[in-house]
Nanobody, 117 residues
Framework: VQLQASGGGLVQAGGSLRLSCTGT????????VGWYRQVPGNQRELVAD???????NVADSVKGRFSIARDSAKNMVYLQMDSLQPEDTAVYYC????????????WGQGTLVTVSS
């Protein structure tokens, strides 16, 4: 089982990016999937997560600008980031609770988002 995060890049303040997290391998299902971010020297923080039933939770710092959605049939979760600000610059990681023959909590490799002012 692997989680692959993609979609990061360089964007100007006010711009948008959409991150994708794809689960590959033998996966029966993914329960709660979350997006986290980390700036060097800081702890990793939760940005948003979504349950298998589609219930979402978004951090106050990004509420109204970021949204999370999933396509369970494809084992994919998306983080739509709008009105990006320089303080959103970080490495973004996805995390998933995976069910199947290799159950457990998995992390993606991270994707860098850089927002220029």
């Amino acid at each position: 089982v692997q989680l692959q995060a993609s979609g990061g890049g360089l964007v100007q303040a006010g711009g948008s990016l959409r991150l994708s997290c794809t689960g590959t391998g033998v996966i029966l299902s993914m329960n709660t999937v979350g997006w986290y971010r980390q700036v060097p020297g800081n702890q990793r923080e939760l940005v948003a997560d979504i349950t298998s039933g589609g219930i979402t939770n978004v951090a106050d710092s990004v509420k109204g600008r970021f949204s999370i959605a999933r396509d369970s049939a494809k084992n994919m979760v998306y983080l739509q980031m709008d009105s990006l600000q320089p303080e959103d610059t970080a490495v973004y990681y996805c995390n998933a609770d995976v069910r199947g023959p290799f159950p457990g909590t998995y992390w993606g490799q991270g994707t860098l988002v850089t927002v220029s002012s």
